[in-house]
């Protein structure tokens, strides 16, 4: 079980951690068969395991650039049943729009997953337990979280290539505040805020630190994100069993400086590794995907000279 | 399973209006869980504010009064010693529902000791920001200036100890709208003049609300369906206000556009009580209804009840504001 099994480890403990990079060109491409062949690779095993997708839905978007393309939560969804996952659920609760139902109609969730019903939970509305945060880096110490998230055996963090205005950028790691149930928090679930937004992404992973990262970077957001930036291709999808590790790659390949991310620097010290030497590479080199994404004037100290 | 709206509406494109009031009925009558209350899903634990909506949605209708005598008892045995409601019974703080359980328990039973006490926490109850200290602290730091809001206009927030928000701060002018003036604690009368005038200071630019980030970076925030519908039926007594007329203008535009059941629902809800109906809204609910059977949300339910009940509500939204017993 990801919560139950999951413990907190120094990083310099920790063996290095494996990251590929997948060239996409678009969403139509066989992705799939890009995650199967790819989990695989990882050796990140789903048999027989109940698997929770943890995407990044946040509002209804007609530009189709907020959220996670559902090309990919569907493909998520079938490469883990492929590869003989006993059940495979999509699971969010978006931060500050109430209604999930217009959000996940808005994108068509239903065209790439099918009947909603038993295969999506609204996560701001699940039965929750209070569970005892496995960091103080926040004033928190204790959140709810939902039975479906502790009860999953593997949780998956599907976020989008994002940058944010707040935090510099958004990625599997800040993915999970959509699993903070807004029942018990609002929308937005401000109290995170209050805690520290750097401080609730570390208590909060390392409490339930995802399993297993799949980040869409196909298109990702530049600027003013995570909600009012511009779209950016980028062409690939990144994906690992370390999510400190897949976002600090996510980074690089924005051209950004993973180190100088507040959260993730943190991350480095207990949940995985930011280090590029304690990283070992699969599929394609950051420089080959490498797209400079614009970042707000106060985050040009991110940038990679 | 029969309980499951999915299940009974999946299997038609599209139902008539007068079927998914049937079903919307019949769903929050079988919901209810042993303990008097609703759960946001079906077989979930009890919760507070889908026990308060399916009460609010099932008053007036015939044949519900056991269904709303255990909804109410739940809903009393929820609340804190201090007044307040959590989120869930037995957790432990009162939190942003103690409005919407007010709310329910006023219109099942008008004046009574636990709305009053409901609505004393919720007047003694501020936000985190807006205080002298916070704004000199707030002043001094360099992240400060990003937002445009006036912090001194507190309304209500979510959770103790957060900001104030649109969505809780017109729960809570809902509720003080709703209870005539006389039964108000002290205080009331300023905390309804600052929540009111918060709410116009977080509306974004050019009408509308989102959940309370009018503009960020200088920049628009998006307007959005829910907190719209929310903050205009707590400001329905200044309908004729330029901002209003605005902000209904922007829900009418995008009216067409809603994709959600429960915000479709809302959205008319807060239409119809500005004189504005929409008469293509049952037509679009049924399909919207059709696809994913509300995803079995109690809450999305009752609103749709409402919606679909107007001239059945206890005049919720309609009422005449700030009577007097």
Redesign the interface.
């Known amino acids: 079980m990801s919560y139950a099994n999951n413990q907190i480890m120094p990083s310099f403990q920790r063996p290095p951690s494996r990251v590929a990079i997948r060239r996409a060109a678009g969403y139509s491409d066989d992705l799939a068969a890009l995650i199967q062949e790819t989990a695989s690779e990882l050796g990140f095993h789903v048999q027989g395991k109940s698997v929770l997708l943890k995407p990044n839905f946040v ?2 978007d ?1 530009r189709g650039i907020v959220n996670t393309n559902p090309a990919v939560v569907g493909a998520a969804r079938e490469a883990f049943l492929r590869l003989g996952a006993r059940s495979v659920v999509v699971g969010e609760g978006p931060g ?8 996940v ?2 994108i068509r969730l ?1 065209d790439h997953i099918g ?3 038993g295969k ?1 939970v ?1 996560l701001n ?4 337990a ?1 569970t005892s945060l496995r960091t103080r880096a926040s004033r928190l110490k204790e959140l ?1 979280f939902p039975r479906t998230v502790l009860g999953a055996d593997l949780v998956v963090s599907m976020p989008k290539l994002k940058t944010h ?2 935090v510099g950028a958004t990625l599997s790691l800040k993915n999970m505040f959509g699993i903070v149930p807004g ?6 679930k ?2 995170l ?2 805690a520290g937004i750097s401080q609730s992404v570390l208590d909060i992973n390392s409490t339930v630190r995802p399993d297993f990262a799949i980040v869409d970077g196909i298109v990702g957001m530049e600027g ?1 994100g995570p ?2 930036g511009t779209a950016k291709f980028c062409g690939a999808l990144v994906m690992g069993d370390d999510p400190v590790a897949v976002d600090a790659t996510c980074v690089r390949i924005m051209g950004l400086a993973p180190e100088r991310i507040d959260y993730l620097a943190k991350a480095g010290s207990v949940l995985g590794h930011v280090s590029e030497r304690q990283v070992l590479q699969a599929g394609e080199p950051i420089g080959s995907v490498r797209t400079s994404f614009e970042v ?1 004037p ?1 985050f040009d100290r991110l940038k990679v000279a | 399973m029969l309980e499951s709206l999915a299940v009974e509406a999946g299997s038609s494109e599209s139902l008539l209006a007068a079927e998914v009031k049937g079903l919307c009925r019949q769903f929050l009558l079988r919901t209810q869980n042993d303990d008097g209350g609703w759960p946001y899903l079906p077989a979930l634990q009890s919760a507070v504010e889908p026990t308060s909506w399916a009460l609010i949605a099932l008053t007036n209708h015939p044949d519900t009064f056991e269904a709303a005598h255990r909804g109410l008892a739940a809903l009393g045995a929820a609340q804190l010693p201090d007044g307040s409601w959590p989120p869930r019974p037995g957790h432990r703080l009162g939190c942003w529902a103690t409005a919407l359980a007010s709310l329910a328990i006023f219109l099942q039973e008008g004046d009574c000791e636990p709305v009053r006490k409901g609505l004393s926490w919720l007047c003694d109850s501020w936000p985190a920001e807006g205080g002298a200290w916070w704004r000199v602290r707030n002043w001094l730091r360099p992240t400060a200036k990003v937002t445009r809001q006036d912090s001194s206009l507190r309304g209500w927030s979510w959770t103790p100890g957060a900001a104030s928000w649109v969505e809780p701060t017109a729960y809570c002018l809902l509720l003080l709208n709703m209870v005539p003036s006389n039964l108000h604690p002290a205080g009331a009368a300023r905390r309804r003049r600052l929540g009111e005038a918060m709410l116009y200071d977080r509306m974004c630019p050019g009408g509308g609300w989102n959940s309370g980030n009018p503009q960020v970076y200088g920049v628009a925030g998006e307007r959005r369906v829910g907190p719209t519908a929310w903050a205009l039926l707590a400001l329905k007594e200044y309908a004729a206000r330029t901002e209003n007329q605005r902000s209904l203008d922007w829900l009418e535009e995008i009216y067409a556009k809603i994709s959600g059941p429960a915000s479709l629902a809302l959205a008319n809800i807060c239409l119809e009580a500005y004189g504005r109906p929409q008469p293509e809204f049952e037509a679009r609910l049924g399909p919207l209804y059709a696809a994913n059977g509300l995803l079995q949300n109690v809450p999305a339910a009752a609103l749709s009840l409402i919606a679909l009940t107007p001239h059945d509500q206890p005049s919720t939204f309609h009422s005449p504001r700030r009577s007097s017993a």
């Open positions: 509002e209804p007609p500050h729009e109430r209604d999930t139902e217009g959000i109609e808005t239903r009947k909603l019903a999506f609204d509305l699940d039965d929750v209070l709810y205005h707040w029942s018990c928090y609002g929308w937005p401000n109290a805020h209050w003013n909600i009012q707000l106060q």
